[in-house]
């Protein structure tokens, strides 16, 4: 590859649960993930992340950076570097886009959910979403920095990956 293009990719997380979408076109079509897209011209990140959220499930947020991933897909001659973004609170009505359907999961341990409606809410579907996920949202889940780097094989697995704290 010989290009970085730069995404974004961001999450609401409130009261312990947390705010997906399911991907109905483009790109990793099929899977459960965070809202972004492309960072355009002239953005920086945040912007186009807050952008992006808007766009793709109607609401608004002060979005904070929480890691940063940088990925290599052998299917695609680019590679991805993607900022991942976070807020505890929003405004605005979740709304179903054409590119997205929104869904709220639970984001704790059963057993220290207190709340009987997010105690009811499914799982995190780690199975059904990018297979780097796993490795990186419970640093996200528990407010710590990470950084992290991920090559996936042409047919789709995941190669080669690590993930570590960010410390200063
Ligand atoms: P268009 O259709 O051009 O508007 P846009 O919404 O700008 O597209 P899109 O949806 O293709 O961009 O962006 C890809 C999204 O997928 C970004 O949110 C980043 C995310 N993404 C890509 N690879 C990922 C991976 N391995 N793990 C992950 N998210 C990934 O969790
Ligand atoms: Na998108
Ligand atoms: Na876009």
Same mark, same amino acid.
């Given at each position: 590859?010989?290009?970085?293009?730069?995404?974004?990719?961001?999450?609401i997380i409130q009261d312990?649960?947390?705010?997906?979408?399911?991907?109905?076109?483009?790109?990793?079509?099929?899977?459960?993930?965070?809202?972004?897209?492309?960072?355009? !011209?002239?953005?920086?990140?945040? *912007?186009? @992340? /807050?952008?992006?959220?808007?766009? #793709?499930?109607?609401?608004?947020? +002060?979005?904070?950076?929480?890691?940063?991933?940088?990925?290599?897909?052998?299917?695609?001659?680019?590679?991805?570097?993607?900022?991942?973004?976070?807020?505890?609170?929003?405004?605005?009505?979740?709304?179903?886009?054409?590119?997205?359907? !929104?869904?709220?999961?639970?984001? *704790?341990? @059963? /057993?220290?959910?207190?709340?009987? #409606?997010?105690?009811?809410?499914? +799982?995190?579907?780690?199975?059904?979403?990018?297979?780097?996920?796993?490795?990186?949202?419970?640093?996200?889940?528990?407010?710590?920095?990470?950084?992290?780097?991920?090559?996936?094989?042409?047919?789709?697995?995941?190669?080669?990956?690590w993930v570590a704290k960010?410390?200063?």
């Amino acid at each position: 590859f010989t290009e970085v293009r730069r995404y974004t990719n961001a999450f609401i997380i409130q009261d312990g649960k947390i705010l997906l979408g399911y991907k109905k076109r483009g790109y990793g079509q099929g899977l459960w993930n965070g809202f972004g897209g492309k960072v355009e !011209p002239g953005e920086s990140s945040l *912007q186009a @992340a /807050e952008r992006e959220l808007e766009e #793709e499930a109607g609401i608004r947020a +002060q979005l904070r950076l929480a890691g940063t991933l940088f990925f290599i897909d052998a299917k695609v001659p680019w590679a991805f570097h993607i900022d991942i973004f976070v807020a505890h609170t929003f405004t605005g009505e979740i709304i179903e886009t054409d590119e997205m359907r !929104p869904q709220w999961f639970c984001a *704790q341990m @059963a /057993e220290d959910t207190e709340d009987p #409606e997010v105690a009811r809410l499914p +799982q995190i579907p780690y199975d059904r979403m990018w297979a780097d996920d796993i490795y990186w949202m419970p640093q996200l889940l528990r407010d710590t920095p990470f950084a992290g780097r991920m090559d996936f094989a042409k047919n789709g697995t995941l190669r080669k990956w690590w993930v570590a704290k960010v410390v200063n």
